[in-house]
């Protein structure tokens, strides 16, 4: 089964319909009131890359094409905290 909303998934966690992998930033309010248990995931397992996905045939607006711009001027910066880990909730 797969959900697309944040909230849905961390509730389905919560109350034992699964297991999930996500930032532990989104699910410290979780596990501090113990409704999930969190396991560190090792850092050369934690990082994935991310894209940008839109339709191929939808006229391309100055907003998104300075979207992309920005996307492709940060390409190879890091944007997230290293220091954090990712977490898999259980």
Do not use: W
């Amino acid at each position: 089964m797969e959900f697309n909303i944040l909230e849905t998934i961390l509730n389905s966690v919560a109350i034992g319909l699964g297991v999930t992998i996500v930032p532990q930033s989104a699910v410290e309010h979780l596990s501090t009131s113990g409704s999930v248990y969190c396991h560190p995931i090792p850092k050369e397992y934690g990082s994935i890359s991310t894209v940008f996905i839109r339709r191929k045939d939808v006229y391309m607006t100055k907003s998104m094409q300075s979207f992309l711009k920005t996307i492709a001027e940060h390409r190879h910066k890091k944007s997230f905290n290293e220091e954090k880990d990712s977490y898999l909730s259980i």
